[in-house]
């Protein structure tokens, strides 16, 4: 196998999603983790609804709907203004620490962001963390009116970067995405960013479950859908050895 692509999926991946609590928290205290967590998986939930219903809807959109269903389902008051503010960090979430230096030590690759994030978003998010230096390409599924994990998502890939799957290595934290692109047939890293061992340390020190240990618990561990990624790492930072492995 010859490394000549190195894509990856945006949220959870290059970007903390868990960075929108900061702003969740300072605008309904008290509810900050517990909106983070149901807006997330809501809204994950939505592109997989949205995509088996064919009443696609871009990124911004169901983003709006999970949160606006997250608000209202704990009660709390909100307007436009709300929704807008809590939305505006979708465009300043956090890079994780590791990620500037893993993206430079690759850069003699093609480097590319494919992501279910609408244009627009993606465009925001990239051009403020200063990726757009860095990346060759930043794909949204837009064109193709589907989200990850479907097939036809993935075929963008070589659509905009002109490589064979064979010659793509995949980068996702998500696990159904990572499943979503080996069924495809891309090469396959998986960033196991919580193992087992932790998640069984998590709830033997509590008796109650706090909202981010079930939603790692529910998100963050390999799926059970028969196939499995070439790779699993804990951090980006391990990105360049396994590239490494298999030349220019």
């Known amino acids: 196998m010859t490394i000549k692509a190195v894509v990856f999926d945006a949220y959870g991946t290059l970007y903390d999603v868990q960075s929108v609590a900061a702003v969740t928290e300072e605008t309904f205290p008290g509810y900050g983790e517990i909106i983070t967590q149901v807006w997330r998986i809501k809204q994950l939930e939505y592109s997989w609804l949205r995509s088996l219903m064919r009443r696609y809807e871009d990124f911004s959109v169901l983003t709006r709907e999970s949160l606006a269903y997250t608000l209202r389902i704990l009660g709390l008051k909100y307007d436009d203004g709300v929704l807008t503010r809590l939305m505006e960090k979708y465009l300043h979430l956090d890079l994780y620490p590791d990620a500037n230096a893993a993206l430079a030590a690759l850069k003699n690759r093609k480097l590319a962001i494919l992501s279910n994030g609408s244009t627009d978003m993606l465009n925001a998010l990239v051009r403020n963390s200063g990726l757009d230096r860095v990346l060759d390409a930043t794909i949204s599924i837009d064109s193709k009116r589907i989200f990850k994990p479907a097939p036809d998502a993935y075929v ?64 963050m561990q390999m799926d059970e859908l028969g196939v499995a990624p070439d790779y699993r790492i804990h951090a980006l930072s391990e990105l360049p050895g396994v590239v490494a492995a298999h030349g220019s």
């Open 156 to 219: 963008l890939i070589g659509e905009k970067l002109g490589v064979q799957p064979s010659d793509v290595l995949f980068v996702s934290s998500n696990p159904w995405d990572a499943c979503g692109a080996k069924s495809f047939g891309l090469n396959v890293a998986w960033i196991e960013r919580v193992t087992p061992e932790a998640m069984a340390q998590a709830c033997v020190k509590s008796e109650m479950i706090a909202p981010l240990t079930m939603f790692k618990a529910i998100r």
